[in-house]
């Protein structure tokens, strides 16, 4: 009778389980939009992560949708996600209407995971707080501040190319070494020293934080999915081993600074200002004080941002630059006239390195690192000018490198054309058409620093080296699937000779 009864149970729920997860698969049918069928339990993501990069396959779906619809979606596993691909429909979600939809849907468990609450992830008014005692210390004069910190690292990272001359490289594996002294040093005020030893400690832990291959890249994506339940079970996203290393060496570092009345230009001090004070030196605002596991987990997102993010546009750059000897020649010489001006690569010569930027901005239309934005609605929403309502929670995916290979935006989308991104051109284009930092409130507040730590490094590498392909530089471009960010699959082969 018990069986009888259990057996019973079980069949209930699968029954209910299967008329469940049919629903969830009507959902953009339901609503009269395309969509691309999908297949349980992966909902549309199989290959993804495996044989297929995501970035491709946001690419794939914003080429479909758009064929039909200004919207349409896909499924993350069973998850209904709406995927715009009207500008202007962009615009109003991450711009007009950010009130709607200023969540990131990240999963945060600060209770568990204190390094979780960072500004990227957190959401409502604590994001917003948050971001408002952070965008002081992102400033054109706090990063003027740290700009010799980044210049001294440069010439150390000039220096430690000299090494390589004539050699085919793995170039990522080097630059990846220098933004990892630039932000632990900014960040931190450690001096990492991984251009002279690239298994460092402070490196090995960058490393293995940034790596979500296999298992780690689907847990993260599933507590992105279901926070709460990540959360019932107190799973944590950050590895402890890595927490315990962060939140370790931070405590050290802050006490050995307050012990001996230590001050340094770095991102850590100005930190450590709000904690103390709920104010930054010399200027009135209170910004409010800030307790030492929310300054960890702001120190900790900018080593990680900054450490992944500059190192592979970095990387892309140089790629394109490799295969394109004409616009690495250009490059070289604008170097060559504001160093003939400024003497060395100071701030303001950074500032006039103008074919250089279109160089990285054409690098990150190729090269989005992170090929698309989620927001999560925060209240039900309607589709301007359409009886279309989504609901509350509802995941909005920006399809980036979509929009980026569109060629109705840009003609010839696979041809590296700096010149896309003179003034003019950028100044005729829509606002949301280059989204590799996202756009509206929720922009990236460290886009400012990131490009300046791209810039020094390209100006120490290419005013004394040049840089051109091997037999095993990947032509055409493939990205490595099991990584979230678009990272070249194999690593990125090149050979550097003097000028």
């Known amino acids: 009778m018990i069986c009888i009864s259990v057996i019973l149970s079980a069949f209930t729920l699968v029954a209910i389980g299967y008329l469940w997860v049919k629903k969830q698969y009507r959902y953009f049918k ?13 909902g549309n993501l199989r290959g993804v992560g495996k044989v297929k990069h995501s970035g491709v396959f946001i690419r794939e779906v914003y080429e479909y949708i758009k064929r039909k619809d200004t919207l349409g979606g896909v499924f993350f596993f069973v998850r209904p996600v709406v995927v715009p691909t009207d500008l202007d ?18 999963y945060v468990n600060e209770r568990d995971d204190p390094l979780s609450g960072h500004l990227i992830a957190l959401s409502g008014q604590r994001w917003k707080n948050l971001r408002a005692k952070l965008t002081p210390t992102y400033t054109a004069k706090k990063l003027k501040m740290m ?11 000039q220096e430690c190319l000299e090494g390589y001359v004539g050699q085919d490289v793995e170039i990522g594996d080097i630059i990846s070494r220098f933004t990892t002294d630039v932000i632990g040093s900014c960040a931190f005020g450690i001096e990492c020293n991984s251009l002279k030893d690239p298994n460092t400690e402070f490196r090995t832990m960058a490393k293995k934080v940034s790596d979500v291959r296999g298992f780690k890249f689907f847990k993260r994506f599933l507590l992105t999915l279901f926070p709460n339940v990540g959360r019932a079970l107190r799973m944590s996203s950050t590895p402890k081993d890595v927490s315990d290393f962060f939140m370790g060496s931070l405590r050290e570092m802050i006490d050995m600074r307050e012990r001996n009345n230590i001050k340094r230009d770095d991102f850590l001090e100005l930190l450590m200002q709000i904690k103390n004070t709920g104010r930054l030196e010399g200027e009135d605002v209170d910004l409010g004080k800030m307790t030492f596991e929310e300054l960890a987990a702001q120190t900790f997102v900018f080593f990680i941002a900054g450490y992944g993010t500059s190192a592979f546009t970095t990387t892309f ?3 394109e630059l490799a295969l394109d000897q004409s616009a690495q020649d250009r ?8 160093l003939e001006k400024h003497g060395e690569f100071s701030y303001e010569a950074c500032m006039e390195m103008k074919y250089i930027d279109q160089i990285i901005k054409e690098t990150l239309r190729l090269h989005p690192i992170l090929p698309n934005l989620i927001r999560n609605l925060n209240q039900d929403y309607k589709i301007p000018e359409r009886n279309l309502v989504f609901e509350k929670g509802s995941f909005f995916s920006i399809p980036v490198i979509g929009i980026h290979y569109d060629p109705e935006i840009y003609p010839d989308p696979y041809k590296f054309n700096p010149e896309r991104f003179t003034e003019e051109n950028s100044r005729n284009r ?10 509206g409130p929720r922009n990236c507040i460290g886009k400012r620093f990131g490009i300046i730590e791209v810039k020094i490094g390209l100006a120490m590498l290419l005013s004394k080296f040049k840089i051109k392909p091997t037999p095993k530089t990947p032509i055409p471009m493939q990205y490595d699937p099991a990584v979230t960010i678009l990272t070249p699959k194999g690593g990125m082969w090149l050979k550097l000779e003097h000028i």
Not at 31 to 38: A, E, M, N, Q, S
Not at 430 to 439: I, K, M, R, T, V
């Open 331 to 338: 490059a070289r010489k604008e170097l060559q006239q504001i």
């Open 30 to 42: 339901d609503k009269g939009l395309p969509y691309i069928p999908p297949k349980f339990p992966l």
């Open 89 to 106: 429909l962009i615009k109003q979600v991450l711009v007009k209407d950010f009130q709607s939809f200023h969540d990131r849907g990240f």
């Open 430 to 439: 829509h606002s949301c058409a280059w989204l590799p930092f996202g756009e």
């Open 147 to 157: 700009h010799g910190t980044i210049a001294v690292i440069g010439q150390r990272f």
């Open 317 to 319: 750059v140089l790629y």
